[in-house]
Each structure stands twice: as structure tokens, then as C-alpha cells.
């Protein structure tokens, strides 16, 4: 962190704040009128207001952000079966560009000497070479390795200063802090902390992955509750399924968990992060827990990959240890089996989790198409029997589901829907995102048509209180309503917690462009964090991106990239005491400004060679090999200054 930034901290009180949205948002004569029309002419339509003498008019401006990058950032293993055209044929991709987003290509440099892992850290116990160094493939001549090694990043490795030892051993980026040249040997703090142990959470191991492969865990569960389910919903109702599936209900080897049975979620006031794609990653998630998040959710994973041990959707499983309890998985998939064998797997092998999601809101087209995502929304029957697997499969570990309001604007589907999911009892929680598919981020959320929602839920347990099934409703736990969508100040939390029945907030742009909202929340009141606090949270992230990734090349790297895609987000926060006018909004996007010193300004840049400038503050210089490319159709541009 510079050490010539010097700032002192501004916090806009409450009493400030009212006064400046009373002298902006009052009631108006028509002189006001007037004078606020002539004077909303100093912006664009969708421009934060900021003060005429932070503005730059001279500078290079991007074009318009598009947020649903957000939602389709990641890329795809080729539609999982070689894919499907526009017209919904298949088609056959071929080569590494298969699937979204394969214009950004994220390329990581090769080590010439590629060492054995067994010398890497002589005394990790777990990695031996059982080949010998004359017949393993990788190198053991580690002064070889050293000699060819880029020079190390000055001060002190991050990760060896906090758990006393470094998994990267003589690949750390920072090796000159914890190796003894003369000794050649690895130094170690008493008490380290082994990289099995520094806090993380569902890891299992490769030969657990290889027995999924090939179809050796026995997921008894879910294949019983897949033939049921197969069977009884044939041409059947779902109330016809419920009068026949409690009849039947003593004849169960097994028989499931109640609802009331089920471990409960505690989501009342509690302040949740959204399942995000990409920056939703373990250490984003961790550095929002230490910002007051309540609950986090890993991101998306896809079903089918999972039962077949697939190494980069059991890495989305991952959580780290302040994350649980409170940490959710989301899934996807558009059928039964799918999810069932999924839920069950990920109970038996990756525990730590404290409710299964089903994703119903996704928008992307490759997973629309397949029925997946907001494509459930469509079917909700297809929903229902994927939820009651879900409920089968998943023990004592609730289950609850993230839809959007419907798929097209003109018809929305989520209260019809609500309605047929409450009287299943499969889901402990209902979250419900104010747009459409069609609609994307092309508008503001109806917050009027989630809150709807919530009076649904919440009058469907008053009128069903005292009737004949009274015994059936005992079983029932009242199901939280989440509402999501555009909130960015403490003002909308306020505002979208006011409707009835609104049980909590998901937020997720918002905590992406302003990390230390919920710190806004619990304040109650505008933080006008300086540049250097706000350097700082972009501090600890690396941090933690370290001890997740690693300290040797690859890790810096992949740590550099997603800081980069975190910094694609933050550098959006307009400070408040640069402001003409409160509250800020989230659809609104900064013009070209300056700041009130060099940081504020360099943490605005829209450039995105400014962010990697930003991560070689702490990572260290990017190496030739290093590449991003941002995925904001605005910032595909080159700086001409």
C-alpha cells in the first residue's frame, strides 16, 4: 500500500444525508421543477451525478457496461454434449473455443523445468515420487529449477507469514523470504499450519473423484427415489402424487427426513451473498464474510459433471471455514436424476454444506436450451419432481431454490409457481430475483412484483392455519421469501425489506461495486470509505486468493486474473462525497472523473491496465506470459493517454 497516501476518513452521517436528499428529492414548485430540469442537463440519463469539479471532459469514455456478462462469464465444457446451434440442433465444436465466452482467452505461462512435486517440499509427507529421479518424468534437480527461476517479489510471502509455511515450497513467487540458501532447505515457523489444515473445507481427494468416474460410490438414494419418481408421476397430478405418496408412506426401507426434521436455515434479517459466476469464487466469498455477510453460496455447478468427478466443478464445492454454517451450493440441471445422485454425492463426500440451491434463474442460452436455469421456470412440474429428489437425497440438509420472476416480461410466473411448490414442503426457502429472463439487466428489478410473491407465501400459511390438515402444516417450517435484485445502499435494504413477509435481501452487484455494504446496513448510515481502506479490502483479497490458489506462478496468475475481474467491479463505486445528490444508484454508471488524490483516482480507472497495475501492488510484477481481457463489452478497448 503506498505509504504516501495519507487521507482522513470521511463518513457521511445521517443527518448530512437527509439534508442533501431533502434539498434534491422535496416537494417541488414549478419554478423547482424547472430549476432540477435545467439542472439533470449537467448528466446523462443512467450517469452518476458527480460534481462538476471531480468531472474529466477531456478523457476517453467507455461504452455501456453490460451487467449480464455477470450472469455468462463462465465458460462452458462445450454444452456437455458437443452442443447445440441456434436453431436447437446439434452441432459438433470443435478444437479449445467451445462453448460462451471463447473470445477471452486467459492464457498462463509454462515452466521450462517442470519440477517433481515430491522435491518441492522435501517434507511433505504426502506427495513421494515413486519412480525414482532418473525414471520420473518430472525434473528433481531443484538448483537447476532455481537457476532458471524468475527473480523472487520483494518483502515477505503472504502466505508463509500467516500460517508459518508455504505449500509452494521452492516454486513460491516469494521464496527469498522463507529458504535458507546456504542450507538449501525450506524454513518453517514453529506451530505451521499444513495446507490440508489452513481452513478450507470439502475437499476430496482424486482417487474419490476416480471412484465417481467410474461409477463405483454407491448412490442407493437417489437411484430408489429416481424409479419412485419415475413411476407415480406418470400421468398424475401433484396432488394425485402427495394423497398417494402419504399412503404409501410406512411401506419406506428409509423414509426421508420431515420438513420440520431438517436442519433450519435462521434466514430472517440475515444478510446474504448471491451465487455468483466467476467473482463468486472461495476468496470473494471470504472476504465477504469478513464484511458482515451472514450467508454465502458457491458458484453454479452444473450436476451432470459432478456425478462424473469432474475436477473443476468439485473445486466449486470448496468453502472455507468461516464460511460454514451459513454456506450454500447451487446446482443445475434439467433433470431428476440428475440432481438426485448430485445432492447425494456432495452429502456423502463434501458434507460442510448447509443447503442445497437449485438454480431456476440462470438466463444464459446453453443452459436455457437444455431446459436448465430460467428454462425450469417453463416446466415447474419438471421442478417439482427435481426438488422432491433433491429433498430425498439431501438428509438433513434443507433444500431451496433462486428463480427469477418468469421468462418473458409480459408473463410472469413466479407467484403461480410459489403456489404449487408450498403445499410440496420440499423447499425451506424460495428466492426470487425482480426481472425476467427476457429482461436481463436491461431495467431495474420489480421489487413490487417480489414483494407480491412474499404476501403469497405468507397468506398460504395464514389461510392454511387451522384447517382439516392441520397435522400436515405442524410438519411444515414456514419457508423463507428472499427478495434480489439492484440493492446498493442501505436505503433499498430498508426499502425491500419493508414488504410483508420479506424474510431477507440477497445481494450481489452491490457487494461486488461496494464490498463493505453490509457494514453500510448495520451503520445505517453512507461509509465515504477513502481510497486507502478501500486499497486495503483489495489488500486482503489478495491475500486470501494466495492461500487459496497458491504463492508459485500459477497461483499469482490466477490470483491476478480474478482480482482483475473483482477490480472490473469495484473501480464502478463512485465515492459519495464526490456526489451531487444521494442516494446513488446501481444502474447508474461513472463518467470519466478524477478523485480526490492519485489512488481514488487509479482505483476509477476503467482501464484495465490499470487493475493489473492495481494487483502488482501485491502480487508482484505480471510476468510476459500473463493475459486478461475484460469481459465488459466497455473496457475491450486500449487507453490512448
Known amino acids: 500500500m503506498p505509504s504516501e497516501v495519507q487521507e482522513s476518513d470521511r463518513k457521511r452521517t445521517n443527518e448530512e444525508v437527509e439534508k442533501i436528499t431533502d434539498d434534491n428529492h422535496g416537494p417541488e414548485t414549478k419554478k423547482q421543477k424547472s430549476e432540477v430540469k435545467e439542472s439533470k442537463d449537467s448528466w446523462k440519463k443512467g450517469e452518476a451525478p458527480i460534481k462538476e469539479e471531480y468531472r474529466v471532459h477531456d478523457s ?55 519440477l517433481c512435486a515430491s522435491v518441492v517440499d522435501p517434507e511433505d509427507e504426502i506427495h513421494t515420487c515413486h519412480y525414482g529421479a532418473d525414471n520420473c518424468k518430472f525434473s528433481h534437480d531443484v538448483d537447476a529449477y532455481l537457476k532458471e527461476k524468475p527473480a523472487d517479489n520483494p518483502g515477505m510471502c503472504p502466505v508463509w507469514e500467516e500460517n508459518g509455511y508455504c505449500p509452494a515450497g521452492v516454486k513460491c513467487r516469494w521464496l527469498g523470504s522463507h529458504y535458507d540458501k546456504e542450507k538449501k532447505k525450506l524454513v518453517y515457523k514453529d506451530g505451521y499450519v499444513r495446507k490440508e489444515e489452513m481452513g478450507e473445507l470439502n475437499w476430496i481427494s482424486g482417487s474419490q473423484k476416480h471412484t465417481l468416474q467410474k461409477r463405483k460410490v454407491p448412490l442407493t438414494k437417489s437411484d430408489d427415489i429416481t424409479k419412485w419418481i419415475d413411476e407415480i408421476y406418470r400421468g398424475k397430478s401433484p396432488e394425485e402424487v402427495r394423497k398417494e405418496e402419504q399412503e404409501h408412506a410406512a411401506t419406506y426401507i428409509e423414509p426421508p427426513f420431515r420438513p420440520c426434521e431438517k436442519k433450519d436455515l435462521h434466514l430472517k434479517g440475515k444478510k446474504i451473498v448471491a451465487p455468483l459466476t466467476t467473482v463468486g469464487n472461495l476468496p470473494f466469498r471470504r472476504l465477504m464474510r469478513t464484511l458482515g455477510a451472514d450467508v454465502t453460496y458457491s458458484e453454479m455447478a452444473l450436476c451432470l459433471p459432478l456425478i462424473q468427478g469432474s475436477k473443476s466443478e468439485w473445486a466449486l464445492m470448496k468453502a472455507h471455514q468461516s464460511e460454514y454454517p451459513g454456506f450454500g451450493v447451487q446446482l443445475a440441471a434439467s433433470k431428476h436424476w440428475q440432481t438426485s445422485k448430485a445432492v447425494e454425492a456432495i452429502a456423502k463426500l463434501a458434507p460442510n454444506v ?32 427435481i426438488l422432491k429428489g433433491m429433498n430425498y437425497c439431501s438428509g438433513d440438509i434443507p433444500v431451496t431454490v433462486k428463480m427469477r420472476m418468469g421468462v418473458r416480461d409480459e408473463k410472469p410466473l ?136 497458491g504463492s508459485d506462478e500459477f497461483g499469482v496468475n490466477t490470483a491476478r486474473r480474478y482480482m482483475c475481474e473483482f477490480l472490473s467491479f469495484t473501480y464502478r463505486y463512485v465515492p ?61 478497448y486500449e487507453n490512448p493517454n
Open 576 to 636: 459519495v462525497g464526490l456526489l451531487e445528490r444521494l442516494p446513488p444508484k446501481l444502474n447508474q454508471r461513472p463518467p470519466p472523473y478524477r478523485g480526490r488524490n492519485e489512488l481514488e483516482t487509479l482505483l476509477a480507472s476503467p482501464d484495465y491496465k490499470d487493475w493489473i497495475k492495481i494487483t502488482e501492488m501485491f502480487l508482484g510484477k505480471a510476468g510476459d506470459g500473463f493475459s486478461f481481457i475484460p469481459k465488459h463489452k466497455s473496457n475491450s
Open 414 to 549: 413466479a407467484k403461480q409457481i410459489v403456489e404449487k411448490l408450498l403445499p410440496e414442503g420440499d423447499v425451506a426457502a424460495i428466492t426470487i430475483h425482480g426481472r425476467s429472463r427476457k429482461q436481463r439487466y436491461t431495467r431495474l428489478a420489480n421489487w413490487d412484483y417480489v414483494g407480491e410473491t412474499a404476501s403469497v407465501v405468507k397468506g398460504w400459511y395464514e389461510e392454511n392455519e387451522d384447517t382439516q390438515a392441520s397435522k400436515e402444516k405442524a410438519e411444515l417450517r414456514p419457508v423463507y421469501v428472499v427478495g434480489n435484485g439492484d440493492c446498493y445502499t442501505y436505503e433499498d435494504y430498508n426499502k425491500d425489506m419493508s414488504y410483508p413477509g420479506m424474510d431477507a435481501v440477497m445481494i450481489g452487484r452491490g457487494a461486488l461495486i461496494k464490498p463493505w455494504i453490509f457494514e453500510e446496513i448495520d451503520s445505517q448510515q453512507y461509509l465515504d470509505k477513502t481510497a486507502s481502506e478501500r486499497l486495503s479490502i483489495i489488500e486482503q483479497y489478495s491475500k486470501f486468493a494466495l492461500d487459496h490458489w
Open 354 to 385: 448447509s443447503e442445497f440451491n437449485l438454480n431456476c434463474g440462470c438466463p444464459i442460452d446453453l443452459l436455457f436450451r437444455k431446459g436448465e436455469g430460467s428454462g425450469l421456470m417453463d416446466n415447474p412440474n419438471r421442478m417439482l419432481r
Open 60 to 114: 476517453y469514455v467507455g461504452g455501456e457496461i453490460d451487467d449480464d456478462d455477470l450472469e455468462a462469464s463462465r465458460t462452458f465444457r462445450g454444452d456437455e454434449e458437443n452442443g447445440n446451434n441456434k436453431k436447437g440442433k446439434r452441432v459438433k465444436r470443435k478444437g479449445k473455443n467451445r462453448g460462451q465466452n471463447h473470445n477471452r482467452r486467459l492464457i498462463q505461462a509454462r515452466e521450462r523445468i517442470k
